[in-house]
C-alpha cells in the first residue's frame, strides 16, 4: 500500500463501515469492559474466576512448597487495580476522530482528521478516514456508489481489518492489575516485558517495578502475511512462544525497509529446535518512511511496529534480558494466582541445588532430559560433563541464587525458563543462567543451558 493524497487513497472504507466503527466506543469514552481472553483459572477451569473471588474478598490459595534459597528480595505484593491507559500517539487521535463522528460532531472530527493526516502523511488508514469523511459532507445523491475502477479491493480489505483490530484491542482491555500468566516471576533487574497477542494484533509493554509488573503501554502490531505457528524457512508466519530481545541493531546498518531500528529475538529457541522448527532473523522492527503501519497480516514473520512505537520499545529494551512472550490468544490473570507455579518452581531448584551440594552424580541425572545440553564459554557440552562441572562449581557448598525469573509456556510441550545468577557463600558474583526445562510425566528436565561468567 502506498500513501495517497490529500483526500485519501483511490478507494473508500465507506461511509457505514465508518460509522459502524463510531459507534463501537461508547464504552471506551469512561473505562472498557474486562478482556474477553479467558484468564489463565478460567481456561483451566479449576477455580472461580479472579473477578468473582474479588467480590468475595477472598484470594486464590497458592500451595504451599519449600522456598529454595535465594539472595534477592522478599516476593513482592500484588498490585493494586490500575486504570485503563487510553491509547497513545496518532492511534488515539485516530479513535478521537471515530468518537466524534459517532457523536455527530463531524466537523470536529473532519477538523481532527484533517489534523492528523497532515502530522503523519503516511498514515494509510487515517487518510482513508479522512477521505471518506469529506465524502460524508456531500449530498447522498452526490455520493461516490462505487468504488473507482483502479481501486485495490485487497488493499481496501487490510485497512478496514487494520482499523477493526485497533477497535477491538482497545475494547478488550486486559483486567486491571493482572499480567500475562507466561511471567511467573520476573527478576528485579529485569525492567520491562513484552507480550505480544497475536489476534488482537496488539503488543504490550509491562515495567517491573516495586509493585511487580504493571502495564506501561500498548500498541498495534503487523505479523506474518501467512499467520501464526512458525514452522520453517521461509513460510512467512511469525513465530509462537517465549524469547528475548538478542541485540539493538544500528539503523544505519538497515535498509529504509526496516524503519529506525530493529530488535532480534532468540528464534528458533532450543525448544523450537527441538521440534524441527527452522529459520531465522524474527525481529521487531519499524516501517518504511513512507509507511505509518502495515496490515495485520504482512510480515515474513517478524512483529512490525510504527516507528514512533519502536523507539519506545528500543529505549527499554535490555539486551539478552528483556523477555518477549508471542502467544495466539494472551491469558491475563492475577499475579497472586502465579504464586503456586513460583512456589513449585523454587522447591524444584532447591532439590537441583542440593543434589549439587551433595555431590551427587545420579540425582543431577535425573535432572537433565536424554538430549540435555549446556552452551557457554564458546563450547558445547553434554550431561556428564555438565553434571562434573556442576559439581566441581558448587564445592560442597549451598549455592544461593539472586534475580530469579520463570517464564511458562503451555503449547505443546510445557516448559519453564528460568534465568538467575548463582554465588557461593561470602561471593558476590557467580554464573549466571538461563536453563530451558520441559515436563515430562510428573518431573522437570532441564534441556537446553546457556551459562556465562566464572
Known amino acids: 500500500m502506498t500513501c495517497a493524497g490529500p483526500l485519501g487513497p483511490r478507494h473508500r472504507l465507506g461511509i457505514a463501515l465508518l460509522l459502524a466503527m463510531a459507534t463501537a466506543l461508547p464504552a ?3 473505562q472498557a469492559p474486562p478482556h474477553r481472553a479467558k484468564t489463565k483459572a478460567q481456561a483451566e477451569a479449576k477455580t472461580p474466576p479472579a473477578k468473582a473471588q474479588a467480590k468475595r ?23 493494586a ?5 487510553p491509547a497513545a500517539g496518532a492511534e488515539a487521535r485516530l479513535i478521537e476522530v471515530y468518537r466524534l463522528f459517532g ?3 463531524s466537523v470536529e472530527a473532519l477538523a481532527k482528521a484533517q489534523k492528523l493526516v497532515a502530522d503523519q502523511p503516511n498514515f494509510q488508514l487515517a487518510q482513508l478516514v479522512y477521505g471518506d469523511l469529506l465524502a460524508a459532507r456531500l449530498p447522498p445523491a452526490r455520493r461516490p456508489s462505487q468504488m473507482r475502477p483502479d481501486a485495490d479491493p485487497q488493499a481496501l480489505s487490510e485497512l478496514a481489518d487494520e482499523s477493526r483490530r485497533r477497535l477491538q484491542a482497545l475494547r ?12 511467573v516471576e520476573l527478576a528485579p533487574s529485569i525492567r520491562h516485558a513484552i507480550a505480544v497477542d497475536t489476534s488482537r494484533s496488539r503488543l504490550y509493554l509491562l515495567e517491573n517495578g516495586p509493585q511487580g509488573l504493571q502495564l506501561k503501554a500498548d500498541y498495534y502490531i503487523s505479523v506474518g502475511k501467512s499467520g501464526i505457528g512458525k514452522q520453517a524457512e521461509g513460510d512467512a508466519r511469525t513465530p509462537l512462544g ?22 532480534p529475538i532468540n528464534y528458533p529457541n532450543p525448544y523450537d529446535v527441538r521440534r524441527g522448527r527452522t529459520g531465522s532473523g524474527i525481529w521487531l522492527h519499524g516501517t ?13 514473520g517478524c512483529v512490525v511496529l510504527a516507528n514512533n512505537d519502536l523507539q519506545e520499545l528500543i529505549r527499554r529494551a535490555q539486551i539478552g534480558a528483556t523477555p518477549v512472550v508471542v502467544a495466539q490468544n494472551l491469558q491475563w490473570t492475577a499475579p497472586a494466582q502465579l504464586q503456586g507455579d513460583k512456589q513449585a518452581f523454587d522447591k524444584t531448584l532447591a532439590q537441583w541445588l542440593d543434589a549439587r551440594a551433595q555431590g551427587d552424580t545420579a540425582r543431577l541425572q535425573k535432572f537433565h532430559a536424554p538430549d540435555f545440553r549446556r552452551i557457554g564459554n564458546k563450547k558445547t557440552i553434554d550431561s556428564a560433563q555438565g553434571i562434573t562441572e556442576d559439581i566441581r562449581a558448587a564445592n560442597g557448598q549451598h549455592l544461593l541464587l539472586k534475580d530469579v525469573s520463570y517464564l511458562r509456556w503451555n503449547g505443546e510441550d510445557n516448559t519453564m525458563v528460568s534465568s538467575f545468577g548463582e554465588v557461593a557463600a561470602g561471593q558476590r558474583t557467580g554464573r549466571q543462567r538461563r536453563q530451558y526445562w520441559i515436563r515430562q510425566g510428573v518431573e522437570w528436565r532441564i534441556l537446553q543451558e546457556e551459562v556465562s561468567g566464572s
Open 172 to 183: 478488550e482491555r486486559p483486567p486491571p492489575g493482572t499480567v500475562p500468566s507466561a511471567f
Open 288 to 300: 518504511p518512511r513512507t509507511q505509518y503501519a502495515r496490515a495485520p497480516l504482512s510480515t515474513d
Open 103 to 105: 457523536r455527530g460532531q
Open 57 to 79: 474478598g477472598k484470594t486464590p490459595p497458592a500451595p504451599a512448597a519449600k522456598p529454595t534459597a535465594r539472595a534477592d528480595r522478599p516476593a513482592r505484593p500484588a498490585p
Open 242 to 263: 517465549i524469547y528475548h530481545v538478542t541485540s539493538n541493531l544500528d539503523p544505519k546498518t538497515l535498509r529504509d525497509f526496516y524503519g529506525i531500528g530493529a530488535l
Open 28 to 30: 471506551l469514552a469512561t
Open 81 to 85: 487495580a490500575l486504570p485503563v491507559r
